[in-house]
């Protein structure tokens, strides 16, 4: 599983001592980033950010160079320390950490990507990847099977003799993929780890991560200065200026609801017809029962919810089909297990791109169920939802 984060009231000064105790008075004065630098020299990198990131979301940072996203980042596995503020991951504060703690936290529960591959160049794929479990002082049997486990779940099975100068750019990517999974962290730290490959490898990636994030559940943030990939990607999306968070939100809340004029240019550009996912635009509205809910229950739940048809999941949110109100209302059964109907109902997967799933909405009577690649409900989708989406 992956990590819930809770950002309260961050900020980043780098500077001396003394410009950073005079920056943070001058920040609650009112003061912008720009004329502090002018007034003392301090840079505020970061100025009172806040926002909450959900477990096994994929969360994405944008903005323009300068912007604040990659020193923010950094400041979740601490190689920025804040000047003030707190960063709760999963309910533990990680600004009061010690050294002891803080070294656990980054052998064991974060990872992180750079743009820059930062591989060892003297060592193979192999040893590449192996590298953050020598440092935990695994046993060399857990070691490569682990190491070899990364290199097959990102596609280099056979290439992990080879040296980094005999690889793609992509390739190179993935080594240092595989060397962030090799721990199984549950938060994954990218900062704008596409943004050196060229378009074709990047598309490829991106949807590499996807795939990725279907199987694995964990929580990823990732930064880029690309709109058009953090809509691509994102589950939910930041957007920051100048040191700050200007709008947080998913691609519909962007589109119907820009903050300013600054958000409305910023994008003005983006090709919905060529980014779009389910994922981007499904809801993700609770129309689900489990198996094992009484039939009372779940017939007040639609009633509630003014819905005629709710799909149901087993123990772990697996879809196994869905159950009409109609029939619920006329059965003597106590539980859902014996009405589930497992067949002849679409279903659609949330990384499909909406051109490639338009008609199979439009012919639906109800809301689609929208799964991962594991078959996990993550949400429904209907026509007018797509329609609106192109359109707004």
């Not at 990680?94 to 591959?117: C, G, P």
Request: glycine residues 6%.
């Amino acid at each position: 599983m992956g990590v819930a984060i809770k950002v309260e009231n961050l900020t980043v000064v780098f500077g001396t001592p003394k410009q950073k105790k005079e920056a943070l008075k001058l920040i609650d004065e009112g003061f912008s980033p720009t004329e502090i630098k002018e007034k003392i020299g301090a840079t505020v990198a970061n100025k009172n950010v806040n926002f909450e990131i959900e477990e096994d979301q994929l969360f994405v940072i944008v903005g323009l160079s300068g912007s604040g996203k990659s020193t923010f980042i950094r400041t979740l596995n601490l190689l920025n320390k804040p000047t003030r503020g707190h960063i709760y991951v999963d309910g533990k504060d990680i600004t009061l950490f010690d050294k002891n703690e803080l070294l656990a936290y980054r052998r064991k529960d974060v990872s992180m990507i750079f743009q820059h591959f930062g591989l060892f160049s003297h060592r193979t794929v192999l040893g590449n990847v192996e590298y953050p479990l020598e440092i935990q002082k695994a046993d060399k049997k857990t070691i490569l099977e682990k190491s070899m486990e990364a290199i097959e779940t990102v596609g280099l099975k056979t290439w992990e003799h080879s040296m980094p100068k005999e690889l793609s750019g992509g390739m190179r990517q993935r080594v240092g993929l595989a060397r962030a999974l090799t721990n199984d962290p549950k938060l994954l730290l990218m900062d704008e780890p596409y943004s050196a490959l060229d378009p074709l490898i990047r598309r490829e990636m991106q949807n590499e991560l996807l795939t990725l994030e279907d199987d694995e559940q964990r929580t990823i943030v990732f930064i880029t200065h690309d709109m058009n990939e953090a809509f691509r990607m994102g589950d939910k999306i930041a957007l920051m200026k100048d040191g700050e968070v200007v709008q947080i939100g998913t691609f519909t809340d962007f589109f119907k609801n820009p903050a300013n004029d600054y958000v409305r240019d910023f994008i003005a550009d983006v090709d919905r017809t060529r980014i779009l996912k389910v994922r981007n635009v499904m809801r993700k509205i609770k129309n689900s029962a489990s198996v094992n809910d009484q039939v009372d229950d779940v017939i007040k739940f639609m009633e509630d919810k003014e819905i005629e048809v709710c799909y149901v999941t087993d123990e772990k949110n697996i879809l196994i089909g869905y159950v009409e109100k109609e029939a619920l209302e006329k059965t003597r059964n106590k539980t859902l297990r014996a009405l589930v109907v497992t067949e002849g109902y679409q279903i659609i997967l949330r990384n499909s791109y909406l051109k490639d799933v338009l008609k199979d909405l439009k012919e639906s009577d109800y809301d689609v169920p929208v799964t991962d690649s594991k078959g996990r409900l993550r949400g429904v989708l209907g026509y007018d939802d797509v329609l609106e989406a192109l359109t707004e």
